[in-house]
């Protein structure tokens, strides 16, 4: 059995934290508490009617009391270090926010309800972390040493009663988005790895075109004009082969330099 790892604060956890207790101590603001409330809150009828798609996102930060944030918090805390140091805190984030606002858009069948919390999101770490440590050692509550796989258990138990009924369709979807995320993301990673490599060839593949098709304008154009100065004199030129030769100079200006057949000072 794998043994037990202490959890600890990592940047992208850390910043969590801050924003979500942050954003409570301002909804339990005098004065202040109603209006965070009004434009933060996951209403999906607002979002899928009136368009007010923040509210997918800024749902994630409220919670509806004390212990619905300290649950949710001390999950994240518990479940989400060995994630994001194995992934990295940008990945880890993108992960987060897929998952809650994933969740949120599973909520569109409570129409009108007013929905809080970080649990969607936190449900999705669970999830991952019971995926990649199942037999991981947590000391629930600081003392009583189980499986991860267990302890995400109860974690869900705890949160499901502290969020309230409203928020389960919610939890599941972050359950879903999770499990979603885990299974696609190597496919769409190598997906992408292929397109990007094949953009990139096609881009080598142009500049090296566009090198040849330089080089044999001046070959075949350019040349032939520098030799000509350099056998009869400036004054041998047409207007149209001096038109040439100062554009040459405005943009290929090393170009025209290495090909040494009169000095490139002429052309300043």
């Not at 949120?104 to 409570?110: E, G, T």
């Not at 499990?179 to 496919?187: A, F, R, S, T």
Request: net charge positive; proline share 4%; aromatic share 16%.
């Amino acid at each position: 059995m794998m043994m037990y790892q202490q959890p600890r604060i990592t940047p992208g956890v850390k910043g969590i934290l801050i924003a979500c207790v942050g954003v409570y101590l301002l909804q339990m603001a005098p004065g202040i508490g109603r209006y965070v409330e009004g434009y933060g809150v996951l209403v999906p009828s607002l979002v899928f009617r009136e368009g007010q798609v923040w509210r997918l996102a800024t749902y994630m930060f409220m919670h509806g009391g004390t212990l619905h944030l300290l649950f949710n918090m001390l999950a994240l805390w518990m479940f989400s270090f060995e994630i994001e140091s194995m992934w990295g805190t940008r990945r880890f984030l993108t992960f987060y926010f897929i998952a809650g606002i994933g969740s949120a858009i599973f909520s569109v069948i409570m129409w009108n309800s007013y929905i809080v919390g970080a649990s969607g999101a936190i449900f999705a770490i669970l999830f991952a972390y019971g995926y990649y440590f199942p037999d991981r050692q947590i000391r629930l509550f600081f003392f009583f040493p189980v499986p991860a796989r267990m302890a995400a258990v109860v974690f869900f138990v705890l949160m499901l009663l502290a969020g309230g009924r409203i928020a389960h369709l919610t939890h599941l979807g972050g359950i879903v988005v999770g499990y979603l995320y885990l299974k696609l993301y190597p496919g769409v990673v190598a997906w992408w790895s292929h397109q990007k490599s094949i953009q990139d060839e096609q881009n080598r593949r142009k500049r090296a075109e566009n090198y040849l098709a330089r080089e044999k304008y001046f070959d075949e154009v350019v040349d032939p004009i520098l030799k000509k100065i350099s056998e009869n004199g400036m004054e041998s030129l047409n207007s149209k082969e001096k038109s040439i030769l100062k554009k040459a100079a405005q943009t290929d200006r090393e170009r025209l330099k290495k090909r040494k057949i009169l000095p490139f000072d002429f052309f300043r």
